[in-house]
């Protein structure tokens, strides 16, 4: 190549980085527009299920294991903290006991109730056509009184939680046995199915926060054996009440996520994880707890809302009305008092094992139970609520019944026989064979749910329900709206009916629905007796303190 020629070449190559010049700067003068962060897609990977822990919160107890776990651990959802300075006063929030039982007119009114409610179960026939022979309550307590009951030596007496060396907190068992002249106080974060802010000690928001926190984290560290600095490698599949508060849910999610350190969380609700755990993809839910009733009809995966109800009362309040009539035939425990936590376990315990729905049997014990006269209502108008025939048919036709609160011998058949008698006859004709499942595959209904999380944790559908730290640190409750299997905003619309067993200064209670007054524990008692049928009030109060829509309690109030 000649002189010349480098030359001309050199040229052209100077044009080039000029033009690039040029053009840089013009890019330079241009403003480019500013576009909104996105939520990334969620990302598809592999997730070993071993590295998935479960949480199912309850009023109760608390249910927390790994996806591939056979069963959980169970522990009393409670936690005792001792006092931070000498003298301060004991508090203790109450288990069996809730607002508005000790007034003296609702003593009275409990009493007329039981009387009526005695008189309608013998003046029936049994099942098999014959009468039931009649024992009053005097005679029990006189036969009672005449017993004696024996002492046992002090070997078998309950021995206390040990805390000669000053724990801080303690958790389950430790915490329901830490003897009252202690100085701890016990809280329970969960009260009918939502987070117990109160405006006593420990009741605000965020100590209800730290408690469930503590639990949780104490049930992680010493029954899983994973280090809380592990919890980065792990992710959380968190169990809420179908209908929930928005503000609770978003509080615990930065909790777990935030908090305790979990890289990734998934919310769900309970009624469609029991679904999944017991293997159908259809079914009216019935979760029966401690301390709430819950109805929803759930089809392929998804909860219908129009059809979720929500009722607080429980086994827990069952259990009370057991201690009554206990109380009524001279139970030789005298000193038993609905305050002590070993007497609410005594109680508790012989309620499980002595009460039954058999209507073969005669004994006195077969009027403690149930709320079945509420239930079978309810889950009637939680089908009615269904949008199509297609899908009542199906609902009719898998009845399931989850939790603990309903676990009685005969209790299937006797709810099977309610609803039954009490369906539309247009229905019975449609509906090939009614269905009350109580035990799917053998399983313990209180562990329906749980596992139900955990066999979500598997499905592959559920990546993209994954909400990742990062996301929740820069986007918050967005996600929620994003991810969230349910729809997240739905409780517009929707009220609080105050249809409790609280008793006003009169003894008596206001209704939201009608603003009447009504009688308050005798009308309690109604509904959770299982044998009344002649008694008009029974068709008009199934909702006590429900969550529905208020158009589908106008008219039900008749007081």
Request: glycine share 6%.
């Amino acid at each position: 190549m000649t002189q010349a020629e480098k030359e001309v070449e050199n040229g052209k190559e100077k044009e080039k980085d000029r033009d690039k010049e040029k053009e840089k700067e013009q890019q330079r003068g241009v403003k480019r527009p500013i576009a909104p962060a996105a939520i990334a897609e969620p990302l598809q990977e592999q997730i070993q299920s071993n590295f998935v822990i479960v949480i199912h919160p309850g009023s109760r107890t608390v249910r927390i294991g790994r996806a591939t776990d056979t069963v959980p651990i169970t522990i009393p959802h409670v936690i005792a903290r001792r006092h931070k300075q000498s003298g301060q006063p004991r508090y203790e929030d109450t288990w069996l006991l809730r607002e508005g039982l000790n007034k003296p007119e609702s003593n009275e009114q409990r009493q007329n109730g039981l009387k009526m409610v005695d008189q309608a179960i013998w003046s029936k026939k049994m099942s098999n056509g014959m009468r039931r022979t009649p024992v009053s309550a005097e005679q029990a307590r006189a036969y009672n009184c005449q017993i004696r009951p024996a002492v046992l030596d002090s070997s078998s007496r309950v021995k206390w939680t040990n805390t000669s060396h000053h724990p801080a907190y303690l958790v389950g068992d430790e915490a329901v046995y830490v003897n009252p002249s202690d100085c701890y106080n016990v809280h329970w974060p969960v009260v009918r199915g939502q987070l117990n802010v109160h405006s006593g000690s420990g009741g605000s928001l965020t100590a209800v926060l730290a408690d469930l926190e503590t639990i949780w984290s104490h049930v992680i560290q010493k029954h899983l054996d994973i280090p809380l600095k592990d919890l980065k490698y792990y992710r959380c599949i968190l169990l809420v009440p179908d209908i929930y508060n928005r503000q609770h849910i978003k509080e615990m999610v930065s909790m777990l996520l935030l908090n305790m350190g979990f890289s990734a969380i998934i919310v769900h609700q309970e009624s469609v994880c029991a679904t999944f755990g017991s293997g159908l993809s259809s079914a009216c839910v019935v979760d029966v707890g401690d301390q709430k009733t819950s109805v929803c009809c759930v089809e392929d995966g998804v909860s219908h809302r129009n059809s979720r109800l929500c009722l607080a009362y429980g086994g827990s309040d069952v259990t009370r009305t057991f201690f009554w009539h206990l109380q009524r035939a001279g139970f030789p425990y005298r000193d038993c008092q609905l305050t002590s936590r070993l007497d609410c376990q005594l109680l508790q315990h012989l309620k499980e094992n002595v009460c039954h729905l058999n209507q073969v049997k005669t004994a006195i014990i077969s009027q403690f139970e149930s709320k079945a006269l509420g239930l079978d209502k309810a889950i009637l108008h939680s089908i009615d609520c269904c949008a199509s025939d297609e899908t009542k048919r199906k609902m009719y036709s898998s009845i399931l019944v989850v939790g603990g609160g309903l676990m009685f011998h005969g209790a299937q058949e006797f709810l099977l026989h309610r609803i039954i008698n009490k369906m539309p006859p247009s229905f019975r004709r449609l509906v090939d064979n009614v269905e009350v499942i109580t035990r799917p595959k053998d399983m313990d209904p209180r562990l329906i749910s749980w596992k139900g999380g955990a066999v979500l944790a598997c499905l592959d559908t559920t990546q993209e329900m994954w909400i990742h730290q990062r996301e929740w640190q820069r986007f918050g409750v967005r996600m929620l709206r994003e991810r969230a299997a349910f729809v997240w905003n739905y409780q517009k619309g929707i009220k609080k009916l105050s249809i409790t067993v609280a008793a006003d200064e009169e003894g008596l209670q206001h209704c939201d629905v009608c603003s009447q007054k009504t009688d308050t524990a005798f009308t309690f008692l109604i509904l959770l007796h299982p044998w009344v049928e002649v008694l008009d009030l029974q068709d008009d109060l199934f909702f006590p303190s429900a969550f529905c829509h208020q158009e589908d309690l106008e008219g039900l109030c008749h007081h």
